[in-house]
């Protein structure tokens, strides 16, 4: 049945719990000034940055966090 909806690839998803940010690969965690404010690989904790809203990136995938 099509339903014109694709696969959705969550191989490299990037997810967000309790101030923690999951993903395979490198993970880079920008403000909203554009300034890295955090990298690390595969797992990073967020929860001590300044309270405010993120963009955090995995390779292609991005994603907007609210901390």
Not at 20 to 31: P, Q, R
Not at 34 to 62: F, Q
């Amino acid at each position: 049945i099509a339903t014109g909806i694709n696969d959705v690839d969550v191989v490299n998803a990037i997810t967000y719990t309790h101030g923690i940010v999951t993903a395979t690969g490198v993970i880079e965690v920008f403000d909203m000034s554009g300034s890295m404010v955090a990298r690390a690989n595969n797992c990073i904790n967020i929860s001590g940055l300044n309270s405010g809203i993120y963009i955090v990136r995995c390779g292609e995938n991005v994603r907007k966090v609210v901390c």
